[in-house]
């Protein structure tokens, strides 16, 4: 008798009609032959869905160049399909689930035809976690089949956790004729269901990725009690020996990646890396908040990463294992067979192919890479793995920190005073845009948590969530803002970043145990100078200052800013996060 897992995919395949179902089962021999399916028998605009590298100096590494048109995510296409729209709210685009998947239906009728239906079977979070989920997807390129397989844990066993149930996770993905008209991400949170088709770009075809476990796991969390969030998780290991565990919310093109790899400047402290991207984050049993990562894998913007920015990202990807390293739309040396990207180390290759296939022209003002081009690559791989990686119920989070790029306005780093204004520092957060959504940059963005493009409902009751969560634990973490990125009025960073990063840590750290004191201002807690460690760091005084210099006029736009983002959302903005901008207009206007 056919299961129900058996019977939806019998459904699916009869409405978009492959010429046939290969059900995969995530074994090395399987993406093997995916793969040399993808270099043979596939193609994208004439070029093959999968090139072989230089496996000397990649070892098991392959490229693949995407449509010209699909190269970042659509968030303009992406709906969130709830049963009313206040539910969806202003931060989500928004359709009738009934019409949408009426829509979907008819975009998706034959549209595998000759093409062959992969099954991908698998789990988000350690098999064992109590907090993991069994998921499905299916799609009709090997590209996502190969992807899915590095950046979840995908096998038979997820077949078998679901079994005889029918409310597990579905993802339904085609890449259609890539035609931009016909291209649409529809997520039914009521129905633990993603439906997706016209792109093969990561954030849009990898179900598993953005889509469930920000989007519909968001909602699960808030009918279930825990959070999906956009943060780095990471442990910091002091001289001492004593690890903290810390996450992180950080819009694209803040550093997510080289954060969670960084190599500290400070001697005796380590970083051990537990997820660069996405926390599932649950209250344990002692009233303390515990984190795991769902995924498996790294989803990279490759542009700007060197051995300067992150070499244990460079190491990661040049360490080749059972799991393939893809590279997308970066450039390629044509002499060594290398991928290349802008910010690499040395100096630009005389011959390169450009991300579009085209012999590259320096002086076109183009850039070789596109400059959202990826890499794709196994956790496994990464040096600073941390042992707590495969813990089945997480690790205990001791600080959650939040930040943005903002070149003036925000200091280096600021503590929250309790919860409720922690979680309001997270509310009102904002960030330059970047290339990795379909949107200007350099823009101002208010970017809540990190999770404006993510948050699978309305981000009013996102923030109450967010506050029922704080009242359920006995022992929450301390809240941070961090920005790396204020810079003087020439526009020159004043603060070096990368690996000193560490010495904001490490006050941080203190502040968690209550070794060190503060000051207070209007905007929270700051460092006292003789607190933040700059043994031999070339900054100077002045500079330190610029980092953690409040200026009223900035604080009165900020704050005038922050009340028309939260107007939006009406009488489902939470009073306690009224209250607190309010306070913070009542105590910049007053003496201190």
């Excluded at 995916?34 to 994208?44: A, D, P, V």
């Excluded at 908040?289 to 990202?313: C, D, H, Q, R, W």
């Excluded at 923030?463 to 204020?486: D, Q, V």
Aim: aromatic share 10%; charged share 25%; with cysteine.
């Amino acid at each position: 008798m056919a299961t129900p897992l058996e019977k939806w995919i019998d459904k699916i395949a009869g409405l978009t009609k492959p010429a046939r179902v290969y059900w995969c089962d995530g074994s090395e021999e399987e993406a093997r032959r995916l793969i040399e399916i993808g270099i043979k028998e596939e193609k994208i605009e004439g070029f093959p869905v999968f090139r072989d590298l230089n496996h000397k100096t990649y070892p098991n590494s392959y490229y693949h160049r995407s449509h010209p048109t699909d190269v970042a995510r659509t968030e303009h296409l992406t709906y969130v399909c709830h049963r009313d729209k206040d539910t969806a709210g202003p931060n989500n685009n928004w359709m009738d689930p009934e019409e949408a998947k009426a829509l979907m239906a008819k975009l998706s009728s034959g549209c595998m035809k000759g093409r062959t239906m992969y099954v991908l079977p698998y789990m988000m979070g350690h098999p064992q976690s109590p907090y993991a989920k069994a998921c499905i997807q299916v799609t009709d390129i090997t590209y996502v089949a190969v992807s899915m397989r590095i950046m979840t844990r995908m096998s038979r066993y997820a077949i078998a956790k679901i079994g005889q149930k029918d409310d597990f996770v579905k993802g339904i993905h085609s890449v259609g004729d890539f035609d931009p008209k016909k291209r649409f991400i529809m997520h039914f949170p009521d129905d633990s269901l993603v439906w997706s088709i016209g792109s093969g770009y990561g954030g849009n075809a990898l179900l598993g990725k953005k889509c469930f476990s920000l989007r519909l796991a968001s909602w699960l969390g808030k009918r279930e009690g825990w959070l999906a969030e956009h943060m780095v998780v990471i442990g910091i290991e002091d001289p001492r020996g004593n690890t903290t565990y810390v996450t992180a919310a950080l819009p694209s093109a803040c550093g997510k990646t080289n954060l969670a790899m960084m190599e500290s400047a400070l001697p005796g402290y380590k970083i051990r890396t537990l997820g660069d991207d996405i926390a599932w984050l649950n209250v344990g049993p002692n009233g303390r908040l515990y984190a795991i990562n769902p995924e498996n894998g790294f989803f990279g913007v490759a542009p700007g990463t060197s051995m300067k920015t992150n070499p244990n990202m460079m190491r990661t990807l040049k360490k080749g294992t059972f799991f393939p390293t893809l590279f997308t739309n970066t450039a390629i040396n044509e002499e060594t067979n290398e991928p290349w990207w802008e910010g690499l180390d040395g100096e630009r290759p005389n011959k390169l192919i450009d991300w579009q296939g085209n012999r590259f022209n320096p002086g076109s003002g183009n850039k070789a890479a596109h400059p959202n081009s990826r890499f794709t690559a196994s956790i496994s791989q990464c040096p600073t793995l941390s042992k707590e990686f495969e813990n089945p119920m997480g690790v205990p989070i001791s600080a959650m920190l939040f930040g943005g790029r903002r070149a003036h306005t925000i200091p280096l780093v600021t503590e929250a005073r309790d919860w409720t204004q922690g979680v309001f520092i997270g509310a009102r957060m904002g960030s330059e845009t970047t290339a990795a959504a379909v949107h200007r940059e350099g823009i101002l963005r208010r970017d809540p948590m990190a999770m404006l493009p993510f948050c699978g409902y309305n981000m009013g009751d996102y923030f109450n969530h967010w506050l029922s969560i704080g009242r359920k634990l006995t022992h929450p973490p301390r809240i941070f803002s961090i920005n790396w990125f204020r810079t003087d009025d020439k526009g020159r960073f004043l603060w070096p970043g990368f690996g000193d990063n560490i010495r904001v840590f490490k006050w941080i750290i203190d502040r968690v145990n209550n070794r060190v004191g503060a000051r207070e201002t209007p905007v929270g807690h700051l460092p006292r100078p003789e607190d933040l460690d700059l043994k031999g760091l070339d900054i100077s005084k002045e500079d330190v200052e610029r980092l953690f210099s409040i200026d009223k006029e900035e604080w009165g736009k900020e704050i005038a800013d922050g009340e028309q983002f939260f107007a939006q959302f009406g009488d489902r903005m939470p009073k306690e996060l009224i209250e607190e901008l309010h306070g913070l207009k009542a105590r910049l206007k007053g003496r201190w």
